[in-house]
């Protein structure tokens, strides 16, 4: 069965970094389109990044161009959401979800999309 477990969460302050990883198993990794979603408390679950099979196609949120970094390691089965001088405002649950498909560069963004769902990992950030 495929699973996929988020890691690297936490607290920091606004302009810190951190570093997510999704560990996925039970699936062909590299026949795989990943992205990263977060969810704030009383919002609904919005697209962060996405990036394609081979990792030659990403998309990003426009508001975090240039901060995040969403990367993949097909020997390792992981993908990274690097995050930069982040924000307050981005304190919320992020999530990474899989979706399967090796045929083009085409990446998804949205929620729907996406068969897959790791469990979520916290990110705080305080003023």
Known sequence: QVQLVE???????????????CAASGLTFSSY???????????EREFVAAINWSGSSTKYLDSVKGRFTISRDNAKNTVYLQMNSLKPEETAVYYCAARPGYSSNYVYTAVGSYDYWGQGTQVTVSS
Request: hydrophobic letters at 35%.
């Open 7 to 21: 890691s690297g969460g936490g607290m920091v302050q606004a302009g810190g970094s951190l570093r997510l990883s």
């Open 33 to 43: 389109r990943m992205g990263w979603f977060r969810q704030a408390p009383g919002k």
